[in-house]
């Protein structure tokens, strides 16, 4: 063995001593408790991929349950991701789809339900993903299930001139908000673009023409169709109205509606009428006969129809209470039809059939009033 010593200077008072021995074990580690902690360590796998029951899953007033299970027991899953998507393509998702996945996060249970939908397409697809405290799992095939809601909108171009006509809302302009559309049409076609000497060179094909059913309601029929017929099955909707509506009226009509025709003053309509010219009233119309309904005026009504039994019911929309029914037997397909005057409304689609009006209409079905007891 070599030793060396160095003495430094006397004001540092220190001596520093180099020694190398044959084994260097102070130059050695000691890792076996490291070791000992990481062959503790117990890593958390993948999560199984979920499996959503179909069978299980419920659509039923405007909400959807979707339930899903797990292959086995995993008390490591901290919660689930469930993804939702409208489409209007029945079986499993396209590549390109029309609408975003929707997410829903942080779910403990093995199901989950989203209320107050509205469903404007025919279909909503889902699929659920299990994750623990480190990671998550792949989702679970994707299922589809049908909506089974009636969605339409406003015929705006065959609505009554004064009728401002906006989505779902309309309004009644006394100016005749309709009015200036038709002025601004008549410009364009007496431009040079659109003279005599100019159509006479293009192809019938192409050749311009007025919209077809501008002048579809005239006189005092402040009258709006919807642009989709009923003609098999049960659909509801809901109409919100402004109650100092001098007139409003809500119900359903014939194609063969005429242009001079007030709703429930033909064969053609039936509808309950508010009027709060003079005196305030609300009735049932149809054939040109009205009933008096002794009950309060509702914000909104709601409106149900079974084709195949010949049924029209309005509901008070938020109570749910019967307010009239009519029973007759449909030969042509109907159309929700709507009047206002000097007020508006809005409606809502994408509803589904309301599980206490089912249920109501089944208890109601021998005891309803019908049209012929209109007087």
């Known amino acids: 063995m070599v030793s060396l010593s160095v003495t430094m200077a006397p004001a540092f008072r220190l001596s520093l001593k180099a020694k190398a021995?044959?084994?260097?074990?102070?130059?050695?580690?000691?890792?076996?408790?490291?070791?000992?902690?990481?062959?503790g360590l117990k890593f958390l796998?993948?999560?199984?991929?979920?499996?959503?029951?179909?069978?299980?899953?419920?659509?039923?007033?405007?909400?959807?349950?979707?339930?899903w299970t797990l292959p086995e027991p995993d008390s490591k899953i901290d919660h689930y991701i469930l993804e939702h998507r409208r489409t209007n393509h029945e079986g499993p998702p396209r590549i390109?789809?029309?609408?975003?996945?929707?997410?829903?996060?942080?779910?403990?249970?093995l199901e989950h339900t989203l209320t107050g939908l509205r469903f404007d397409t025919r279909y909503i697809t889902f699929r659920v993903k299990a994750c623990n405290k480190a990671v998550a799992g792949e989702f679970s095939e994707p299922i589809t299930l049908e909506t089974h809601a009636f969605t339409f909108k406003l015929d705006s171009a065959s609505s009554h001139q004064n009728l401002k006509v906006e989505d779902l809302s309309v309004?009644?302009?006394?100016?005749?908000?309709?009015?200036?559309?038709?002025?601004?049409?008549?410009?364009?076609?007496?431009?040079?673009?659109?003279s005599p000497a100019r159509s006479a060179l293009m192809s019938p094909k192409r050749a311009p023409t007025a919209r077809p059913g501008r002048d579809r309601f005239t006189?005092?029929?402040?009258?709006?169709?919807?642009?989709?017929?009923?003609?098999?099955?049960?659909?509801?909707?809901?109409?919100?109205?402004?109650?100092?509506?001098?007139?409003?009226?809500?119900?359903?009509?014939?194609?063969?509606?005429?242009?001079?025709?007030?709703?429930?003053?033909?064969?053609?309509?039936?509808?309950?009428?508010?009027?709060?010219?003079?005196?305030?009233?609300?009735?049932?119309?149809?054939?040109?006969?009205?009933?008096?309904?002794?009950?309060?005026?509702?914000?909104?009504?709601?409106?149900?129809?079974?084709?195949?039994?010949?049924v029209l019911s309005f509901y008070n929309a938020k109570t749910r209470q019967l307010m009239h029914t009519f029973k007759t037997k449909f030969q042509q397909p109907v159309i929700p039809a709507f009047m206002v005057w000097n007020g508006s409304f809005s409606v809502v689609t994408g509803l589904q059939v309301p599980s206490i009006v089912q249920s109501g209409q089944r208890k109601n079905s021998n005891t309803s009033s019908s049209n012929a007891s209109l007087t």
Not at 96 to 109: C, H, K, L, N, Q
Not at 289 to 301: H, N, Q, V
Request: with cysteine; net charge negative; glycine share 6%.
């Open 21 to 39: 021995s044959d084994n260097m074990s102070h130059l050695m580690v000691d890792f076996s408790q490291e070791r000992g902690m990481l062959q």
């Open 45 to 67: 796998p993948v999560p199984a991929t979920p499996e959503i029951q179909v069978s299980e899953c419920q659509v039923c007033d405007n909400t959807v349950t979707v339930i």
């Open 96 to 109: 390109r789809e029309d609408y975003p996945w929707m997410v829903v996060e942080g779910i403990r249970e």
């Open 171 to 194: 309004e009644w302009d006394s100016s005749g908000g309709k009015i200036q559309d038709i002025r601004k049409e008549k410009n364009r076609t007496n431009s040079p673009m659109h």
């Open 219 to 310: 006189a005092e029929s402040y009258t709006v169709l919807a642009d989709t017929v009923i003609d098999a099955g049960q659909q509801y909707w809901e109409v919100k109205f402004d109650k100092e509506s001098k007139a409003f009226a809500v119900g359903v009509a014939l194609r063969s509606l005429g242009r001079f025709d007030q709703l429930g003053k033909s064969g053609a309509s039936w509808c309950i009428h508010l009027n709060n010219w003079l005196q305030q009233s609300l009735t049932a119309k149809h054939n040109n006969k009205a009933r008096t309904l002794d009950c309060p005026i509702p914000g909104s009504i709601g409106v149900y129809v079974n084709y195949e039994e010949g």
